[in-house]
Nanobody, 123 residues
Framework: QVQLVESGGGLVQAGGSLRLSCVAS????????MAWFRQAPGKERELVAT????????DYADSAKGRFTISRDNAKGTAYLLMNSLKPEDTAVYYC????????????????WGQGTLVTVSS
């Protein structure tokens, strides 16, 4: 059974940075794509970034491009989301998710979700 545990959220001022972590357990981490999503109050969950099994392929939502960086350390079984130049509109609960293959193929191909970590950006 796959388990994902996020950490690193908190309160930060606009323009600041945070790094989220997602520790995975239960099966070989290096075989599966990872993704970060977020859900702001009153809004639908949205995809933020994805990374393939090796870390060589990444993709970002337009809102995250140039500010956020997704990465992974397969030896540690951990995925990261580094968020720079944070804006109040980045306030949301951030979730990591693990795909069912080495490349992200959409939300219908996710095997596990974390419990979420709250990021609050003050203006």
């Amino acid at each position: 059974q796959v388990q994902l545990v996020e950490s690193g959220g908190g309160l930060v001022q606009a323009g600041g940075s945070l790094r989220l972590s997602c520790v995975a357990s239960g099966r070989p981490f290096s075989a599966y794509a990872m993704a970060w999503f977020r859900q702001a109050p009153g809004k639908e969950r949205e995809l933020v970034a994805t990374i393939n099994w090796s870390g060589a392929t990444t993709d970002y939502a337009d809102s995250a491009k140039g500010r956020f960086t997704i990465s992974r350390d397969n030896a540690k079984g951990t995925a990261y989301l580094l968020m720079n130049s944070l804006k109040p509109e980045d306030t949301a609960v951030y979730y990591c998710a693990q795909g069912n293959s080495g490349y992200y193929r959409g939300q219908n191909h996710l095997d596990a979700w974390g419990q979420g970590t709250l990021v609050t950006v003050s203006s």
